[in-house]
């Protein structure tokens, strides 16, 4: 029982945010700051205001450039990753250590500090407006994650079943092919999610680097204005998060189903 009330204060904790987003973008503007928590005075025109371009919103054009830019970062990452992180895990080569380390520290490096050179340099290449100047340094971040992430899991892996695919004929990509990267699977898809998600959630480099024409969620939402001038669009941002969230919980509900799947496949431990 005492677990059961835990486990129902964490699930209301993390939830009500969230469902004070969705009541709030519901909710009529004039009605915003009504500190009644129940769905009252409810209208659609807030998720039709977020789309309007005429007040300067484009949620539309931002949910496709996040969708296309977050996925292209997501699988470069996972191809360089699971490549980089097999080989630390399998190989053992002087220097190992301080790889692993400068990944680590990569990680932890402050994003603030690139900003003015990363704009100083693809200013200079010309590449100011155009898509990759949000990739590059997107994979940039997501690739000491993913390394970190997927360099513990193969470290855990029983080497046995390479070595039993190697003796039966296997060369070694078909046997990190067949059967290594099946049993990574769930270890790639909760990377995958992670990844995908900070890409998502970025908003210090595309409020410097981006513009109207690559810009993502974040700053879209960022920069919503409405039809009263100085007056703060609270219910329309509102709505605009709990669109921008949605595809989030599909994709970790869809991938969840595939890490479940792969952990229950089978495989030998020990």
Same mark, same amino acid.
Request: aromatic content about 12%.
């Given at each position: ?9 964490? *699930?209301?904790?993390?939830?009500? %945010? ?20 129940? %769905? +009252?005075?409810? =209208? ?8 309007? =371009? ?7 054009? #931002? ?7 977050? =996925?292209? *970062?997501? +699988?470069?990452? /996972? ?14 080569? %002087? ?7 400068? !990944? ?13 050179? /990363? ?66 699977? %769930? #270890?790639?898809? =909760?990377?995958? +999610?992670?990844?995908? !998600? #900070?890409?998502?959630?970025?908003? /210090? /480099? *595309? ?13 879209? +939402? ?23 969230? !949605?595809?989030?919980?599909?994709? *970790? ?18």
């Amino acid at each position: 029982m005492r677990t059961g009330i835990q486990a129902a204060v964490i *699930v209301v904790w993390c939830l009500l %945010p969230f469902y004070w987003m969705v009541v709030i973008g519901f909710r009529d503007s004039s009605y915003t700051f009504d500190p009644n928590p129940l %769905p +009252i005075h409810l =209208t659609f025109a807030n998720y039709v205001s977020a789309f309007d =371009t005429a007040n300067g919103n484009y949620l539309g054009l #931002a949910l496709l450039n996040s969708f296309g830019i977050c =996925t292209v *970062v997501t +699988i470069v990452a /996972l191809i360089v990753g699971i490549s980089a992180s097999y080989c630390l895990a399998r190989l053992n080569f %002087p220097g190992k250590a301080l790889i692993m380390g400068f !990944i680590l520290g990569a990680s932890m490096f402050p994003g603030v500090a690139l900003l003015t050179p /990363l704009f100083a340099m693809f200013s200079q290449l010309g590449w100011s407006g155009q898509y990759q100047v949000l990739i590059i340094p997107y994979i940039a971040g997501a690739l000491p994650l993913t390394v970190y992430t997927l360099n513990s899991f193969f470290r855990e892996m029983p080497w046995d079943l390479e070595e039993a695919a190697r003796i039966d004929g296997c060369t070694p990509a078909q046997a990190f092919r067949i059967v290594i990267l099946p049993l990574a699977a %769930p #270890a790639v898809f =909760t990377t995958a +999610i992670l990844a995908f !998600i #900070a890409s998502w959630n970025e908003y /210090l /480099l *595309v409020s410097v680097l981006g513009n109207t024409q690559i810009q993502t969620v974040t700053y879209a +939402i960022a920069q919503f204005t409405g039809s009263i001038p100085h007056v703060q669009p609270y219910t329309t941002i509102m709505a605009a998060g709990t669109i921008v969230t !949605i595809p989030l919980i599909i994709l *970790v509900l869809v991938f969840q189903r595939r890490i479940v799947a792969g952990l229950t496949a089978g495989g030998v431990k020990g």
